[in-house]
T-cell receptor
Framework: AQSVSQHNHHVILSEAASLELGCNYSYGGTVNLFWYVQYPGQHLQLLLKYFSGDPLVKGIKGFEAEFIKSKFSFNLRKPSVQWSDTAEYFCAVGSNYQLIWGAGTKLIIKP | ETGVTQTPRHLVMGMTNKKSLKCEQHLGHNAMYWYKQSAKKPLELMFVYNFKEQTENNSVPSRFSPECPNSSHLFLHLHTLQPEDSALYLC????????????FGPGTRLTVL
C-alpha cells in the first residue's frame, strides 16, 4: 500500500534556526507532491506543491521543498524560522486521483 | 475566509443520536471531500464526490452517510456513532478530482459520548 512517512512528530526550534522536515513516500509511479500547513486554530492551507519541472519548489512565507526522485523524498526547508511558523505541517502525495497524507509534524518555535 | 465553510464547528452527541455535518464551498469547484483527522494519525479520506457523483468510499462504516445535493454542498449524516469516531471532520474542495490543490474548511470537532 502507498504510504507517506514524516520522520518527526514534534520539532522544537529557536527563532532564526534553519528548518528541514522530512517526507518520504512509497510509490514508484508519477506523483504530485504537496506540503500543507495548519496554524493553531486555523484551517489546513497549501504551502507549496510540485507537479513537474524544477524539483526545487518555492512556496509561501519563505518555505521551499526539494523533490529527489531517487530517494522518494520531498523535504521541506526554511533557512530561518520565525515564531509565527509554529504550526503543524503535513506532507501529501497524490497518485491515482487520491491524496495520501503523512501523520504531520508539529513545529514549535521558541521566541 | 477559505471559501469552504463547515457547520457546526463543534458537536457533542450520544451514540444513539442522529446528526448531520454540513459543508459549503463558494469557489465554483467540482470535487468535494470528507476527511477524518485524528491526533497523531494521517488524514483519512472518507468520501469523494466529483460533479455530485460519489467516486470514492474508502471502506467507511455505514454509520457515516454522505450526501451531495449539488456541487456546492456536501453533508455527512451521522447515526449510532461510536466513541472512537470522535475526531475532527474536515471538508475540502478542488477544481476537479485531478489532484489540484484542495481547499479545506475549518472542520467540525465531533465528540461521541
Amino acid at each position: 500500500a502507498q504510504s507517506v512517512s514524516q520522520h518527526n512528530h514534534h520539532v522544537i526550534l529557536s527563532e532564526a534556526a534553519s528548518l528541514e522536515l522530512g517526507c518520504n513516500y512509497s510509490y514508484g509511479g508519477t506523483v504530485n507532491l504537496f506540503w500543507y500547513v495548519q496554524y493553531p486554530g486555523q484551517h489546513l492551507q497549501l504551502l507549496l506543491k510540485y507537479f513537474s519541472g524544477d524539483p526545487l519548489v518555492k512556496g509561501i512565507k519563505g518555505f521551499e521543498a526539494e523533490f529527489i526522485k531517487s530517494k522518494f523524498s520531498f523535504n521541506l526547508r526554511k533557512p530561518s524560522v520565525q515564531w509565527s511558523d509554529t504550526a503543524e505541517y503535513f506532507c501529501a502525495v497524490g497518485s491515482n486521483y487520491q491524496l495520501i497524507w503523512g501523520a504531520g509534524t508539529k513545529l514549535i518555535i521558541k521566541p | 475566509e477559505t471559501g469552504v465553510t463547515q457547520t457546526p464547528r463543534h458537536l457533542v452527541m450520544g451514540m444513539t443520536n442522529k446528526k448531520s455535518l454540513k459543508c459549503e464551498q463558494h469557489l465554483g469547484h467540482n470535487a468535494m471531500y470528507w476527511y477524518k483527522q485524528s491526533a497523531k494519525k494521517p488524514l483519512e479520506l472518507m468520501f469523494v464526490y466529483n460533479f455530485k457523483e460519489q467516486t470514492e468510499n474508502n471502506s467507511v462504516p455505514s454509520r457515516f452517510s454522505p450526501e451531495c445535493p449539488n456541487s456546492s454542498h456536501l453533508f455527512l449524516h451521522l447515526h449510532t456513532l461510536q466513541p472512537e469516531d470522535s475526531a475532527l471532520y474536515l471538508c475540502a474542495s478542488s477544481q476537479d478530482k485531478a489532484l489540484n490543490e484542495q481547499f479545506f474548511g475549518p472542520g467540525t470537532r465531533l465528540t461521541v459520548l
